[in-house]
Nanobody, 115 residues
Framework: QVQFVESGGGLVQPGGSLRLSCGAS????????LSWYHQVPGKERERVAR???????TYVDSVKGRFTISRDNSKNTVYLQMNSLKPEDTAKYYC?????????WGQGTQVTVSS
């Protein structure tokens, strides 16, 4: 069974940094593209970063140059390094994989950017 365990969220001041982690079990994440999404109440979940199985990355315009997605296949873990955080980055963040035709999500980790 595919499961994710996320960690790393919290409260940070504007301009600060956080690193989110998403550990996977039940499949080898090295073989699949992985994504991080965020969601604020009342809005749809939005993808902010994606990493392919080969390591190429894409980002939504609002986080380009500030966020970095990476993976450690030996730990079966995907990361999201978030720098220069802004209040508008406040959201719940989820990792995601589409595996064997099904969508799997982490439980979500809250990121709050506020002074």
């Amino acid at each position: 069974q595919v499961q994710f365990v996320e960690s790393g969220g919290g409260l940070v001041q504007p301009g600060g940094s956080l690193r989110l982690s998403c550990g996977a079990s039940g499949f080898a994440l090295s073989d699949y593209p992985l994504s991080w999404y965020h969601q604020v109440p009342g809005k749809e979940r939005e993808r902010v970063a994606r990493i392919s199985s080969r390591g190429s990355t894409t980002y939504v315009d609002s986080v380009k140059g500030r966020f970095t997605i990476s993976r450690d296949n030996s730990k079966n873990t995907v990361y999201l390094q978030m720098n220069s955080l802004k209040p508008e980055d406040t959201a719940k963040y989820y990792c995601h994989v589409r595996w064997q035709g099904n969508d799997y999500w982490g439980q979500g980790t809250q990121v709050t950017v506020s002074s």
